[in-house]
């Protein structure tokens, strides 16, 4: 077998690995999109903010401690303890739920029935907002992020490879765990909105708010578990890009390369998402590979919004999305 | 007074019981726009209760407050002998009072089956965590309310169209989907908001069958409008007149028919 094709078969795993991580911001998205039709601008900076919320829990940091100190004069920073990663996780979960219920009652509650766009500005003001309290909370500074996933080559699939095509691949354990990661929580949350009670209701309030009053439905409780379900899927996609390249601000920014992941999959489908998340993973990868040298390469920058644009033309509606069909 | 202990059997051997709901002197604005003023009237177990009159008389704002829609500036609604606090829609909905809309309000997007499941939330009482992990009490509860659909969905002649998403249905077979929704929440009072208008005969004739052959096998408590007085007539055992917000009959269908302020204002010169 030639080289190149040896190469660009480890790139095409590469590319589904990264799309992995991609789906999994773009998941927080739909689910959000799907039950309350909001355009959650700030879903990327939720990852951020419970990737900082973990690392501070999990390092005993005190909260607003640089707050405390100019205001006091004192000189807080650690309470001294460390706290084990899955009880930090458990309470970080816990954040993620208490921030949905405030956003909700402080932000979304009051806009009932406004327009998408005034909705959508609203969650650009939570983003920025949510960025200050993140900063002000846990510092500024990059941290890094273990909870004892596995990192690094696998020397499995190296061994395998090597064996088959006298080259090992490199593929990131961390990769790995997030594939699962990722299919576990897809595969759960489509049972959860198809055969669950609260799924039910949820999809019932995305569909017509009157109808979902009528047979007994708060609204406001189902806004308030679909954002604790969008919080929680931040922190795990916090996790996750966290422990790969630190906890910093610009995670919030990955919340952008989900945007093309959207156009791809649409934006009111879970699976959706993740193939959308797929596609682009691989698509940038092997484009590089393949037509990056010949253009100069850094074609990663644009090419996810490239593809978005070409499907915006022929395909609106994405790959999964609901039809729009407007009766004349 | 609330009478729960009278009650009495029609002609046709279905059982009214007591006073269920009570509206007491309700009075209900829109800004300077009084759209009911002081209109009492009550609701008997087991029997089929219309609301009639002419267009824009104030007959859906009342069902939007016996349903928590709309909340009437004066007067009180008592239920099953409780003055009934403001509340909201949904409140109204878990206290056992179901409805249908004038223009349907469906789920579109989702299948006629699971559209009938939704009516079945307040009987569902599992929580949040229980019903995320699907675990023992949360799918034998699924189960059972499952099986009660399916016989709702028997009794309303919709099973071949289960598995359809709600909106490719006809109109008709729409508003037999919602009838079955809101049955499927088992309601101590059933409100329905014109279930006939936009149909044709043969629905027309399809739905009353369907009113009545609920009433007679649930014993289910109805409050319909109805534009259509024939319809009007023959199937409920009280009927109240309204006009321009006030009440203005309350009786029998033969007492409504006969009554001269009735006449006036709703029926106009008699045909026959």
């Known amino acids: ?328 | 007074m609330l009478d729960a202990s009278e009650g009495h059997v029609t002609a046709d051997g279905r059982k009214i019981g007591g006073v269920v709901m009570e509206m007491r002197n309700i009075t209900l604005r829109f800004g300077g726009v009084v759209a009911i003023k002081d209109i009492s009237f009550d609701i008997r177990e087991g029997e089929i209760r219309a609301i009639i009159g002419p267009n824009g008389a104030g007959k859906s704002s009342m069902l939007n407050v016996i349903s928590g829609f709309y909340n009437p500036q004066e007067g009180e609604v008592w239920y099953k002998g409780q003055k009934r606090p403001p509340m909201k829609p949904y409140q109204v909905a878990q206290q056992g009072i179901a409805r249908t809309f004038q223009n349907i309000a469906l789920f579109e997007g989702m299948s006629v089956l699971d559209n009938v499941m939704t009516g079945r939330i307040r009987q569902m009482k599992t929580g949040l965590l229980a019903q995320a992990l699907w675990k023992g009490r949360a799918e034998a509860e699924e189960v059972a309310n499952r099986a009660a659909v399916e016989k709702i969905i028997d009794f309303l002649e919709i099973q071949h169209i289960r598995k359809t998403p709600v909106s490719r249905l006809p109109y008709g077979l729409k508003k037999r989907v919602e009838l079955a929704r809101a049955l499927a929440a088992e309601p101590s009072i059933l409100l329905l908001d014109e279930p006939m208008a936009g149909m044709n005969v043969e629905e027309k004739e399809d739905m009353s069958r369907f009113i009545l052959d609920v009433n007679d096998e649930f014993g289910t408590t109805t409050v319909l409008i109805e534009h259509d007085m024939g319809v009007v007539m023959d199937l409920s055992d009280r009927v109240v007149v309204m006009d321009y917000g006030k009440k203005i009959g309350d009786g029998t269908p033969e007492e409504v028919r006969s009554n001269q302020a009735v006449i006036d204002a709703y029926l106009g010169v008699a045909h026959d």
């Not at chain 1, 190149?4 to 739909?30: D, Q, R, T």
């Not at chain 1, 650009?124 to 500074?141: H, K, N, P, S």
């Not at chain 1, 609260?198 to 189902?222: E, P, T, Y």
């Open chain 1, 1 to 328: 077998m030639p080289d190149s094709v040896i190469f660009g078969m480890e790139v095409f795993l590469n590319g589904l690995m990264a799309g992995v991580l991609y789906a999994l911001v773009a998941l927080g998205f739909v689910l959000i999109y799907k039950a309350s039709g909001i355009f959650n601008y700030a879903q990327g900076v939720l990852a951020l903010f419970a990737a900082l919320t973990l690392v501070g829990i999990m390092e005993g940091q005190v909260p607003f401690g640089h707050l405390i100190n100019a205001v006091f004069g004192t000189n807080l920073h650690h309470f001294g303890w460390e706290v084990p990663a899955l009880l930090a996780i458990a309470l970080t979960a816990l954040v993620m739920v208490g921030l949905a219920w405030v956003v909700n009652r402080l932000v979304f509650h009051h806009l009932v029935g406004q327009d998408p766009i005034i909705l959508f500005m609203a969650t650009i003001g939570l983003a920025y907002f949510l960025e200050g309290f993140g900063d002000v909370t846990w510092g500024a500074d990059i941290r890094k992020l273990d909870v004892g996933l596995p990192q690094g080559l696998n020397p499995w699939i190296d061994e395998v490879t090597y064996n088959l095509f006298g080259y090992g691949f490199f593929i990131d354990n961390l990769d790995l765990v997030a594939t699962v990661v990722a299919a576990i929580l897809v595969v759960a949350l489509v049972a959860f909105a198809q055969y669950s009670k609260h799924g039910r209701a949820m999809r019932a309030v995305a569909d017509d708010h009157q109808a979902a009053l009528s047979v007994g439905i708060s609204l406001n409780f189902i806004w308030v578990m679909v954002w604790s379900l969008a919080g929680f899927v931040a922190l795990v996609a916090g996790i996750m890009w966290g422990t790969k390249m630190g906890v910093q601000f610009s995670l919030s920014l990955i919340a952008l390369k989900a945007l093309p992941v959207l156009m791809l999959g649409g934006f009111t489908s879970i699976p959706g998402a993740i193939v959308g998340g797929l596609i682009i993973g691989v698509g940038e990868k092997m484009f590089e590979f393949a037509i990056g040298p010949l253009v100069g390469g850094a074609t990663e920058n644009w090419f996810a919004y490239m593809l978005a644009l070409v499907f915006l033309v022929f395909r609106p509606q994405g790959l999964f999305g609901e039809k729009i069909i407007e009766r004349v």
